[in-house]
């Protein structure tokens, strides 16, 4: 187990709940924080701290006390959440970060993990295998946070030498934590309502095709991006990583390979002009480059794996 103290804020959201257990296998101290009191899963196996990253005092307190040496920033407001509270998801979102920055450069933090997503791109993005370097106009303030946090990444990395690195996520899916506020959670909560109720009312319309990874995909290619040594990484805004890509009516196709009766209506609400504003599908083949990305799970292992997970949850 290596020594050095990790940080994780926005320990109790979708990627925080699940990237502390993987990183409590590597490190003998990872600090999980949030604003408010996470699950018995992160807070009864390590230690937790009750962190705001509006309040900077404190995030320099608890880095200097602990010694910390890593920092993953998870703590963000996302897309729908985000588009009915535009000015605390700017606050959250970049004010949060900009003192996870400073913080890191003034303690001397040595490595920092930034959460970006797909959400930077917009409607004037080639949507289809979009790549790694190309036209970006988000008009989601998520988006425009996201990709605002992104240039600020680099210029602390160019300017002050901070060894930050990042991630654009997809939609991500998982079972273990229920997502919050965004606009792919339909695909998380598809599966909940499948086993529980046989059927599922979709906020997009049946063909918004859009890129998402799983879970496990994910915490594995955060962490393996953590740990390349710095000298292969080119990319200090965020990385294109890609899974697989389906649209509503492919998942419920797929759901129903398992659950035979499962039927799905759509009803599409706010969120369907925000999915039409992102990408298709995502060229990843910088990562893979720099270092050497692969996905283990497609459309058809994260469905099966989903159902199976959640149907031993209901019968617990
Ligand atoms: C959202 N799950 O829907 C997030 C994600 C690409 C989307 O960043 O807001």
Avoid at 40 to 59: A, C, Q, S, T, W
Avoid at 60 to 84: P, W
């Amino acid at each position: 187990m290596q020594d050095e103290t990790v940080l994780v804020t926005g320990a109790g959201g979708q990627i925080g709940s699940e990237l502390v257990l993987s990183l409590r296998k590597i490190y003998k101290h990872v600090i999980a924080s949030d604003l408010k009191e996470p699950g018995p899963d992160i807070k009864d196996v390590g230690e937790f701290m009750r962190l705001d990253v509006l309040y900077k005092n404190g995030l320099m307190d608890c880095v200097k006390r602990f010694n910390v040496k890593q920092i993953y920033h998870l703590a963000a407001i996302l897309s729908a959440t985000g588009e009915k509270n535009p000015e605390m998801a700017w606050r959250i979102n970049m004010k949060g970060l900009r003192n996870i920055l400073d913080v890191c450069t003034e303690a001397g933090v040595k490595k920092l993990f930034f959460p970006s997503t797909i959400a930077v791109f917009g409607p004037t993005t080639p949507k289809v295998n979009t790549p790694q370097y190309t036209v970006m106009e988000p008009n989601t303030i998520y988006g425009i946070s996201k990709q605002a946090g992104e240039r600020w990444c680099d210029w602390y990395f160019q300017k002050k030498g901070l060894d930050v690195r990042s991630i654009r996520y997809p939609g991500l899916i998982s079972y273990k934590t229920k997502a919050g506020g965004g606009t792919t959670d339909y695909a998380v909560d598809i599966f909940f309502e499948a086993v529980a109720n046989k059927k599922y009312e979709c906020f997009l319309k049946e063909d918004t095709i859009l890129p998402m990874m799983y879970m496990p995909d994910a915490i594995r290619g955060t962490i393996e991006l953590m740990e390349t040594p710095a000298e292969k990484i080119t990319v200090r805004s965020g990385y294109n990583l890609s899974g697989f890509s389906f649209s509503p009516a492919q998942l419920a196709t797929e759901i129903k390979k398992t659950i035979p009766n499962f039927t799905i209506t759509y009803k599409p609400d706010f969120r369907q002009s925000i999915a039409d504003s992102w990408p298709q599908s995502i060229n990843d083949s910088v990562a893979q480059h720099d270092w050497a990305w692969k996905p283990e799970y497609d459309l058809a292992k994260m469905s099966t794996d989903m159902i199976q997970n959640i149907q031993k949850i209901e019968h617990n």
